[in-house]
Every structure is written in structure tokens, then in C-alpha cells.
């Protein structure tokens, strides 16, 4: 019974339009210049727009100027541009109306533990080599088998969500053993191609699979979700809250008070995440 379930739910996985899997595949290939990202991104111009946007956000900081794609392309990087159109594709192509939870609450909280995840990896950035927009792709879509669940079997999230509650357990350890958002996410981002970081992070971040060469990455992004969820940006209201692993706090190395005010620093100002979340608006 739960084989079929499995199968009918890999069977509707969303697929992407022809027009963001070409943008996909451009920004994925090595050979591309941020020239050859930026004339793919036209194709779809709203996409575009909402990317040259985010370049002159709040979120990148200082006042800036960035009047060209090409330049938005080079300032943002390939890996923050291709999570952010993925997530643009997914939301434009997928119905979510039976969705069991607020997509505005989905989004806050993938966005959320992105920006706190990139925050973190600034800061390691001094003791180190850190991709830091690898780390923030990675923690935008760590959650997205839960996106997913939601869109094919509402119910079964439903349930879940019950459970955790009725047993007061967090919500990933309320799931079924054999179909739940870590392994509908790590099926998903094998039928999108997703690369290995990218599919490392949607595997391990409740500490499942913790493959040695990303470590670092999956200490990043499950300290960042937890922390996200101890601020109250849960998908579902008052979620119980996962423990930390000693490991991923001893792989980071950052003392507690120190990592308090990296995740208030990333998450103090709202107009940060909001200028974030408009990719996702239609
Ligand atoms: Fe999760
Ligand atoms: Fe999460």
C-alpha cells in the first residue's frame, strides 16, 4: 500500500515549463558566461524583472545601481539565481489550492533560514573557504519535499502534522517512515537534475545522510532551520522545535551568543526577507 503511495507520488512529480528548464540548464552549464545567463533570463521576462529587482533590494545591501541583467547575474551568482528561478518555476507551474499549510508561511520560513544560512557562512567565511551562494541555494530549497508532499498528497502531510502535535514530536519525526519531505525532496531533485550540494541539503538536513564532504554545508543549514523555527518562522504554528546535533555545532565552531546575533543580524530587517519573497509573488 504505502509501495503505491510512493510510486503515485514520485509519478506526479512537478515538472518544470520548457522555458525555466532551458534557463536552468544555461545557468548549469560551465561554459556559460553571466552574457549567455542573462539573454536565457529574457526569455521569460518576468523572471527577469524580478531578478534585476532583487539586485537593487535591500538584500544586497548597500544602495546600489545594478541597471543591467548581465551585471544583476554577476552580483547575485549562478547558484542564488538558478535555487531563485526554481522556485519561481515551481510556483508558477504547480497547483497548490489543497496545500495543507500557508504558502506564504512555506516561503518565510525557506527564506528565512536562506538568509540566516548565508549570514552564518559570511561569518565562517574569515576562518576559511565558503561558497556563501552555494549555502544560501542550498538552504532555499532544503524544505522543498514538504512543498511537494504538499501539492500531491495534502493528506498525508495533514497527518503528520497531527501527529507531531498529539505527541508533541517535531513535525519530520511525525512523518512515515517510508514516504516524507526528505525523501519525496531527495526524488524530486533527482527528476530535476539537481546538483550534488543542492541534493545533499534536501537529504541531510535533520541529520539523516551526513556525507563527510558537505559537513560543513549541512551544519550550516540544520543549525539555520532550527534556529529559524526558535524565532517562530514554522511552517506550521507553534511546531515543536528539533534539537540541535552536537556534531553540526561543534563543525561550525561559532559560540552561542556569537550565533544569536549572526541570526538576529540576518533577520532584523523584514524588508530583507520581503524583498526576497517577491520572487515568488505572481
Ligand atoms: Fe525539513
Ligand atoms: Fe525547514
Known amino acids: 500500500m504505502e509501495k503505491k503511495v510512493f510510486e503515485k507520488a514520485v509519478s506526479h512529480l512537478p515538472s518544470l515549463s520548457p522555458v525555466i528548464r532551458h534557463v536552468l540548464s544555461v545557468i548549469s552549464d560551465p561554459d556559460s558566461s553571466s552574457t549567455d545567463v542573462a539573454r536565457v533570463l529574457r526569455l521569460d521576462p518576468v523572471i527577469a524583472g524580478k531578478i534585476l529587482k532583487l539586485a537593487n533590494s535591500v538584500y544586497a545591501g548597500i544602495p546600489s545601481t545594478v541597471s543591467s541583467l548581465k551585471n544583476a547575474v554577476t552580483f547575485l551568482g549562478l547558484k542564488r539565481i538558478s535555487s531563485l528561478v526554481l522556485v519561481y518555476g515551481f510556483r508558477i507551474d504547480s497547483d497548490c489550492s489543497a496545500m495543507p499549510f500557508s504558502l506564504k508561511r512555506f516561503w518565510r520560513h525557506s527564506v528565512s533560514v536562506a538568509l540566516v544560512a548565508e549570514s552564518i557562512a559570511r561569518y565562517l567565511k574569515r576562518y576559511g573557504v565558503i561558497d556563501t551562494d552555494e ?38 519525526r511525525a512523518e512515515d517512515e517510508k514516504i516524507n519531505h526528505i525523501n519525496i525532496g531527495e526524488k524530486l531533485a533527482e527528476f530535476w537534475h539537481l546538483p550534488a550540494d543542492l541534493q545533499a541539503a534536501i537529504a541531510g538536513h535533520h541529520w539523516h545522510i551526513v556525507p563527510d564532504n558537505y559537513l560543513k554545508l549541512l551544519s550550516i543549514i540544520h543549525i539555520s532551520d532550527i534556529m529559524v523555527h526558535i524565532l517562530g518562522f514554522s511552517v506550521f504554528e507553534n511546531e515543536m522545535v528539533p534539537a540541535i546535533e552536537e556534531l553540526a555545532l561543534r563543525e561550525i565552531q561559532l559560540p552561542i551568543e556569537r550565533l544569536r546575533v549572526v541570526v538576529d543580524t540576518a533577520l532584523d530587517d523584514q524588508k530583507k526577507i520581503e524583498s526576497v519573497l517577491e520572487i515568488f509573488e505572481t
Do not use: C, Q, W
Not at 135 to 162: Q, R, W
Open 135 to 172: 549555502v544560501f541555494s542550498a538552504a532555499l530549497l532544503h524544505d522543498i519535499g514538504k512543498l511537494v508532499l504538499g501539492v500531491i498528497s495534502p493528506e498525508m502531510i495533514s497527518s503528520s502534522h497531527n501527529r507531531a502535535s498529539s505527541e508533541t514530536i517535531p513535525f519530520y
